[in-house]
């Protein structure tokens, strides 16, 4: 067991409080997650301490739960990992105390992991559903989540090399405020997903922003876009979560065209970078990598360019435990160690140009 045996991994950085036990960094014994999204969903977006306050309430029971499905004994365990950032400092904190007092009291290595890390291993999970191939250096992977939305280069593994990043919102923070403005729920990601696969019609044009040579990305000119033409067809009567004065079919369309042009600009930068880069394989990661479209679309095109692309299932796809403990794995194989004084850091970065 070269990668360390088992490890228990602590994820608790936005709002999903998850507990996994993994082996050598790639099979699952068990990973439990609690999630807040439907507490969060009647604020329409995240309170930070209602966030937090939830992680202590459900920490215990998704260990116990953890611990019950795996069948494990600490004896069996040899380190506990935990995301340190970046996050919400509330919501990390609670679970960076958990992971300190577990590691403490059964005598185990304390490994801190970055959460965007965390991101980029799921790519190693096993997945008992299907056959997914281990991912070949060079790599160039595609993070999209929530918070973040970066194109990386690996040439070996927590070897990080930052290609481009989003100069505004997120993919996700885009697909949750463009949600909010067609009056669907909570968060938009999903339920635009939804939407859009029930559009009749295919022809809304919203822009793409290309920003020339650049691995950059910027949502937000295409955010104002689709507030401009909701605006206009809704004759300014403002939208709320779940309320709208325009017509089902109409959401369809927008949230359709929408997609599109985010699912457009994500696939051709990540294809480029991944021959600019010479990289012999594509991963694809982050809460946006459970978009059906992006992930049919990047497949296609990775096929297309003769790369293998390696994304996760959906469920390992949106913040779980098991991906910190994939990338935790590799750290504790580093000698990356943490002390009892391990603090959060909400806004950690993963890797410079
Ligand atoms: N099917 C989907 N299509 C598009 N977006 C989706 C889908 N499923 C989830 N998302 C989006 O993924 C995001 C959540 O991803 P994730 O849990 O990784 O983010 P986070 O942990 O809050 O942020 P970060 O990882 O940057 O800290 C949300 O913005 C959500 O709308
Ligand atoms: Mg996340």
């Known amino acids: ?18 507990i996994a036990i993994v082996e050598d960094g790639r099979r699952i014994h068990s990973n439990v997650v609690a999630s807040q999204v439907a507490m969060h969903a ?11 306050r939830a992680h202590l309430r459900w920490i215990v029971p998704v260990l116990d739960e953890a611990w019950a499905a795996a069948g ?11 995301t340190n950032g970046p996050g919400l400092a509330g919501s990390l904190l609670v679970g960076i105390n958990f992971a300190k007092t577990l590691a403490y009291v059964h005598a185990k290595p304390l490994i801190p ?11 190693w999970l096993v997945d008992e559903a299907r056959e997914v191939p281990e991912p070949l250096f060079p790599l160039v992977a595609l993070i999209v989540s929530g918070g973040h939305t970066f194109l990386i280069e690996m040439r070996d593994h927590l070897q990080y090399r930052l290609l481009g990043e989003t100069v505004d919102d997120a993919a996700g923070e885009a697909f949750d405020k463009v949600g909010r403005l067609l009056g669907l729920p909570y968060p938009g990601g999903p339920e635009i997903m939804r939407a859009a696969a029930g559009a009749t019609r295919h022809d809304v044009a919203f822009p793409r922003a290309w920003l020339g040579d650049s691995f950059d990305f910027s949502f937000s000119g295409l955010k104002t876009a689709a507030r401009r033409t909701i605006a206009a067809e809704t004759g300014g009567q403002g939208t709320s979560a779940g309320e709208t004065p325009l017509a089902d079919d109409r959401v369809a369309e927008l949230a359709y065209g929408f997609q ?14 991944a021959r600019v880069a010479g990289a012999r394989s594509v991963v694809l990661g982050g809460g946006v990598a459970a978009n059906r479209v992006l992930r049919d679309r990047l497949a296609a095109a990775a096929q297309n360019a003769g790369l293998p692309l390696v994304v996760p299932r959906p469920g390992l796809c949106t913040d779980n435990g098991a991906m910190i403990a994939a990338a935790g794995a590799r750290r504790m194989e580093a000698g990356v160690r943490a002390g009892l004084d391990l603090d ?3 806004s950690l970065p993963l890797a410079r140009r």
């Not at 067991?1 to 998850?18: F, N, P, W, Y």
């Not at 009647?42 to 937090?52: C, D, Q, R």
């Not at 494990?72 to 935990?82: G, I, K, P, R």
């Open 1 to 18: 067991m070269t990668r360390g045996g088992l490890i228990l991994a602590v994820e608790s950085s936005c709002d999903e409080t998850g």
């Open 42 to 52: 009647a604020a329409g977006g995240i309170v930070p301490e209602v966030a937090a």
């Open 72 to 82: 494990v004994t600490w004896a069996d365990v040899s380190a506990v990992a935990v």
């Open 113 to 123: 992991v970055n959460h965007l890390e965390g991101h980029l291993y799921a790519a």
């Open 260 to 273: 599109e042009s985010v699912v457009d600009v994500l696939v051709a930068k990540t294809i480029r970078a």
């Open 344 to 346: 959060a850091k909400p």
